[in-house]
């Protein structure tokens, strides 16, 4: 009897210690209980964004294309947009992906994956403004979503006032009741949000142009290498641009490189 109390006990221990090797299940999601924990921001269509509860869109069918590829179950995790990066590092998420450009600043943090789709950086106004180009930004207040590269961006205009908003369609809200000059933001909502809001328009020209990725801890250079196989074959198979052409017409400025 007694040796029997000793091994359970030394079975006990073991499952303490290895978790996933007895049926258990890390709180950050990470690949050994085989599941994929992508963090997103839901309020970038039609990249990310809700659907009753469930959050939809390009880069989640990306994703779960991708961890099909790798053998995993994705976890949509999402949260505010600066948040995302921190989740990564930190290990709460194995993956950001919410339309996010690849910077300098970001690659400090994260490693980045392949490239999977191009994508511009656009200003909305309101029908009748002042304001024509890029280089009409100098000295007006502009609006963007805290943490993104309109962002970032637009503190280099100079005499601007950049106000940060948690949210895009926030930004976009203070347009129409002229509480600024003008917002920042990517091509894609950018369509969306001016379609469903009377006496705005895109300007013509572009105020930048950039290239999204997933963004992945730093150190986990095997993840990465996983990642870039898949996107390869998602590329190759065509999956990857029926993903897009599902949510983005084919006239669009946005498309898979």
Do not use: W
Not at 12 to 33: F, H, I, K, W, Y
Not at 179 to 203: H, Q, R, T
Request: net charge negative.
């Amino acid at each position: 009897m007694k040796m029997k109390k000793v091994v359970s006990m030394l079975l006990v221990a073991a499952c303490t210690m290895g978790l996933a090797a007895c049926g258990g299940s890390s709180d950050s999601g990470s690949e050994e209980d085989n599941t994929l924990v992508m963090a997103t921001n839901a309020e970038f269509p039609p990249y990310e964004y809700h659907e009753g509860d469930e959050v939809v869109g390009i880069d989640v069918d990306i994703a779960s294309a991708i961890a099909e590829e790798l053998g995993m179950e994705l976890k949509v995790e999402d949260m505010a947009f600066d948040s995302i990066i921190p989740a990564v590092t930190s290990g709460k998420a194995d993956i950001g992906a919410a339309g996010m450009t690849v910077t300098p600043d970001r690659e400090e943090s994260v490693a980045f994956t392949d490239t999977y789709a191009h994508a511009t950086q656009v200003i909305i106004v309101k029908e009748g403004s002042e304001i024509a180009g890029p280089d009409d930004l100098v000295g007006k207040t502009i609006g963007v979503q805290l943490g993104t590269t309109g962002d970032l961006y637009a503190t280099d205009i100079e005499d601007a006032t950049v106000e940060q908003y948690n949210k895009g369609f926030e930004a976009v809200q203070a347009l129409t009741q002229d509480k600024i000059d003008a917002v920042v933001i990517d091509g894609e909502p950018a369509k969306e949000f001016v379609a469903e809001s009377e006496g705005l328009k895109i300007l013509d020209e572009a105020f930048t142009e950039e290239d999204y990725a997933i963004a992945v801890a730093k150190d986990n250079t095997e993840l990465v290498d996983k990642i870039n196989d898949a996107l390869a074959t998602l590329k190759e198979s065509g999956e990857l641009d029926e993903i897009i052409a599902k949510y983005i017409s084919a006239d669009s400025e946005a498309a898979a490189e």
